[in-house]
């Protein structure tokens, strides 16, 4: 059977939706002409790319993300990163986090200040494009994964009228400390799903206890089949104790499973 088209009136969680995701979320990873062309090809018919560049010592180059609707629908997918670029952000637990949105809990830094250089132009699109009663989703793979996660909280707590229909993830790591997830997971029942690839590292990072993942996990083991649970699995052990270097290590089991092609596979052959 062939994968089921983008459904542009979806509403709810379905994982073919999680598989266009997913592909949304691959797609931020292109050049801009490359994402205009594919999302024309998707029936959106306006897009918006958002690009912030940092100065030394932000050890990023840059945040990108773009915004596409239709009549129907809205999505914001946030670009990720290799874990080699981010190495320093997921295994160091020294740095203070910052407050979190409206107040709430408290932020991973390093992601916080990635987001600020880009969530004021992310706003105001869509104040822009919600112009017809558009179901919004925010996604994301690796770094672009807990942007997107961020932005559809912060969104949410500075305007609860602003609540997305959909927060999904793929190789994210963790964002914020206990009482923001907590939060983020009574606000986003049934609205915000995390993907995780079998032993992709980046999911593990940074370290407990400061930092923690909201509540629904989806898995997908090593025979590549997605399973639906709310808590850990046996096989996933979603904790940094005793991680070295090696576990950055390119031909390694943990980056491996993180490349956002194995997720698009994964979802793709659940569907099929």
Aim: hydrophobic share 35%; with cysteine; net charge negative.
């Amino acid at each position: 059977m062939p994968v089921p088209p983008l459904d542009h009136r979806a509403t709810g969680y379905n994982l073919a939706h999680a598989y266009w995701l997913a592909r949304a979320s691959d797609l931020a990873y292109k050049d801009e002409a490359t994402i205009e062309r594919q999302l024309r090809e998707w029936g959106f018919d306006r897009v918006r790319h958002h690009r912030s560049t940092f100065t030394p010592p932000f050890p990023l180059q840059d945040t990108q993300a773009y915004t596409a609707t239709n009549e129907h629908m809205i999505i914001t997918a946030f670009r990720g990163t290799e874990p080699a670029d981010i190495r320093d952000w997921l295994t160091d637990a020294t740095t203070p986090p910052r407050p979190g949105p409206a107040g709430t809990g408290h932020v991973h830094h390093g992601f916080a200040e990635a987001l600020d250089s880009v969530f004021p132009k992310v706003k105001e699109t869509l104040a822009e494009f919600h112009d017809n009663g558009q179901t919004l989703w925010f996604t994301g793979h690796s770094l672009g994964g807990a942007l997107a996660m961020l932005a559809g909280c912060r969104l949410y707590m500075e305007d609860p009228e602003l609540l997305a229909d959909g927060v999904y993830t793929y190789g994210q790591p963790r964002t914020c400390d206990r009482l923001l997830a907590t939060s983020c997971n009574k606000a986003f029942k049934n609205r915000l799903f995390r993907f995780v690839n079998n032993n992709d590292i980046v999911p593990q990072l940074p370290p407990e206890p400061v930092f923690h993942h909201v509540d629904v996990l989806r898995h997908i083991d090593s025979t590549g089949k997605v399973r639906e649970t709310t808590s850990l699995l046996g096989g996933l052990t979603d904790r940094a104790r005793g991680l070295t270097a090696d576990a950055f290590a390119p031909a390694g089991d943990g980056i491996r499973d993180h490349f956002m092609a194995g997720y698009v596979t994964a979802l793709e052959r659940n569907l099929v």
